[in-house]
């Protein structure tokens, strides 16, 4: 057999092994990959993510995720999730959106159901493209953690690619989500707070990218970043963020962990009064983010 077809079969068999382990393992932890479950599989998430700061008080929330994923077939994959969320926040009032102080431990958030399919297999076809649809419905507010019906459903492309024999991988999202939310009302208001209760509708774009590049056997370096934007029918664009930051990755032969910093990069749309940061949005945001997710297969 010539050298070079040889040297080509190895490489083309090392990129089939490297791209089957990866199959929706997340090398990011808020961009997500193309790839799906082969048919029979199963993975099971859980998911941290810390939310710090808002430039003035106490603020700090914990979002959880308990995740379940089986692939159906070989293209497509279905989910279900359970979301819970933990708040310290004090010193900090802003109006309409937060109206006091407020303290509790791990509380069910929500639950969410989403299906994944995928067009175009990052390892077999040289490019990735994958379709996302998920539907989700939560009881608590996410920046307040005051009572609050919402319904909300996304759809997502997640394109991929390997370089280098699958060593560097490309991963690049575009979304948009409809939520139609409605608050409970709050006893023991000021008068002149405005706390809303009346239906709402918003409409959210997501654009986000990341690279990860393989620095050692199973470990992964990586960088990404993520704008979002948010539409309310009465006023538009109503606010604006861009994150952004570094990832690292660890994938086993069963279970694979990442964890990402994430930090405001730069803002926009509704500020709250006294706010010192111009550059960034922090009524519904806040300055950083830290996520850790870890997957098991079985």
């Known amino acids: 057999m010539p050298f070079s077809l040889r040297d080509g079969l190895i490489a083309a ?16 932890g808020y961009v997500r990959g193309a790839e799906v479950l082969p048919k029979g599989a199963s993975e099971f998430y ?14 700090r929330a914990l979002d959880t995720k308990t995740e379940f994923e089986y692939g159906v077939t070989d293209r497509f994959q279905v989910s279900a999730e359970l979301n819970g969320m933990a ?18 431990g791990l509380r069910f958030q929500g639950v969410e159901l989403a299906v994944k399919y995928n067009f175009l297999s990052p390892a077999k076809d040289d490019f990735g493209l994958s379709g996302t649809t998920s539907i989700e419905y939560g009881v ?15 759809t997502q492309l997640q394109a991929q ?15 948009i989500r409809a939520a139609y939310e409605k608050r409970a009302a709050i006893s023991n208001l000021p008068a002149d707070f405005d706390w809303p209760t009346t239906p709402e509708m918003e409409i959210s774009t997501k654009i986000g990218t990341g690279l990860s ?33 570094p990832s690292l990755h660890y994938g086993g032969n069963q279970w694979w962990a990442t964890l990402t910093l994430f930090k405001q990069v730069r803002g926009g749309g509704e500020r709250y009064e006294g706010q010192a940061d111009d550059h960034l949005h922090l009524i519904e945001k806040t300055k950083n983010e830290v996520r850790l997710k870890v997957g098991y297969n079985f």
């Open 13 to 28: 068999a090392l990129l089939a092994s490297s791209a089957a382990a990866l199959a929706d393992e997340n090398l990011f």
């Open 87 to 104: 708040l310290n926040t004090s010193g900090l009032v802003i109006d309409g959106y937060l109206p006091s102080d407020k303290k509790f």
């Open 46 to 59: 859980q998911w941290f993510t810390q939310r710090s700061d808002k430039g003035s008080g106490t603020y």
């Open 140 to 154: 608590l507010d996410q920046h307040s953690g005051q009572k609050k019906k919402e319904y909300e459903i996304e």
């Open 161 to 175: 690619k390997y370089f280098m024999e699958g060593q560097l991988t490309w991963v690049g999202n575009l979304g």
């Open 213 to 245: 590049y393989r620095f050692a056997p199973n470990w992964y370096a990586g960088v990404e970043m993520l704008r979002e934007s948010e539409f309310e029918t009465e006023v538009g664009l109503e606010r604006w963020s861009l994150f952004a930051g």
